[in-house]
């Protein structure tokens, strides 16, 4: 007999509706209750309904692609590779934006899965989003991960060599005399927010630098998120000289936060990001940025997922490592002391 939603709650002690509550990634679940409930998902391999329906075979020539953000300029030439790509192959892609928020992403890899998807291209938009995933891929459902990958997930991707690129930013920064570095990131289960500050740490200790926690601020990874770490980071006793911020609209953000405060961009404190602003940098070149090949991504992620499709692929999965460019540009001038507090009447 198929495993109910029932059986899942007996397993982990729980009433139905908490399982219901962890499935859809609803707020307020106690965090060792939410584990025992994975944990019962994971263990008896449990499908909701309407994805084990969906898993019947049929070809509809559709693949579904899922992005956390459609706002962030890196992921529309995302998804213009995966339809270009798609296209040439007689497929037509459904695209959803989870907006980064879980519940989101379940109830959309549950429609698409449902409307027939052969498979899935997917930014996920956190660790916890393996649970959704890994009951598709025990049934052989074809998926590739892009951008980020997932803990314990078996699977193509396609990503960036992320420690390394934040690595040469932070370096870059040091370089032009920067010494007090702080750092706007994601929270730490998004495999990028993790790897671009083990590269900034990193730097910091082949340059005999101190971390500290103090510089680090962990924010959403938009314009609001960028704007609110300013907000804090100037409450500070002791000013960074510098900002690497996770990505781009996290650095738009920041901006529009130090100016509204009175401080410029680089002439009071340096500014670099990962991602770079493509109409920004034509209009006005002007960010210090670690340049991922976005394009490629949704490419070479589209690629992968047909190969599977077509039986191409062998048993074992893939990953793809793009690396990314260092633009130096006018956000980060040489820093020879520290930075004046802002004048606030």
Do not use: W
């Amino acid at each position: 007999m198929p495993v109910t939603l029932k059986d899942v709650a007996k397993r982990a002690n729980v009433s139905a509706m908490t399982v219901s509550r962890v499935i859809n990634g609803s707020a307020g679940v106690d965090p060792n209750t939410q584990r025992r409930v994975e944990n019962a998902i994971l263990d008896l391999d449990y499908v909701p309904n309407r994805v084990a329906r969906g898993l019947v075979s049929q070809r509809t020539r559709t693949i579904g692609l899922i992005v956390p953000d459609v706002v962030n300029p890196f992921f529309a030439p995302v998804v213009r590779g995966a339809e270009t790509t798609a296209r040439k192959a007689g497929y037509r892609v459904l695209l959803c934006n989870s907006e980064a928020d879980l519940r989101l992403e379940r109830e959309y890899i549950d429609d698409l899965v449902g409307h027939r998807v052969e498979g899935l291209l997917l930014a996920p938009a956190s660790d916890r989003s393996r649970i959704a995933l890994l009951p598709l891929l025990r049934s052989d459902f074809p998926i590739v991960l892009v951008d980020r990958v997932l803990p314990d997930i078996d699977c193509d991707s396609v990503v960036s060599d992320s420690i390394a690129g934040a690595r040469k930013l932070t370096e870059h920064l040091i370089r032009v005399g920067h010494r007090r570095i702080a750092h706007f990131t994601d929270s730490d289960d998004v495999s990028t927010g993790r790897d671009r500050l083990t590269g900034y740490r990193q730097a910091l200790e082949q340059a005999g630098i101190a971390y500290s926690d103090e510089l680090i601020f962990r924010t959403t990874v938009d314009r609001i998120g960028g704007y609110r770490a300013v907000q804090h980071m100037l409450a500070l006793d002791s000013l960074p000289t510098a900002i690497f911020t996770v990505n781009n609209m996290t650095a738009v953000g920041a901006m529009e936060g130090l100016r509204e405060r009175g401080m410029s961009v680089p002439d009071n404190i340096g500014l670099v990001c990962y991602d770079d602003v493509e109409h920004l940098a034509v209009l006005s070149p002007f960010l210090t940025v670690m340049d991922q090949p976005a394009e490629t991504f949704g490419t070479l992620g589209a690629q992968l997922l047909f190969e599977r499709l077509s039986g191409k692929a062998g048993t074992r999965s893939r990953r793809i490592v793009l690396q990314a460019d260092l633009i130096v540009r006018n956000s980060c001038c040489v820093r020879t002391g520290a930075p004046s507090r802002p004048h606030i009447d």
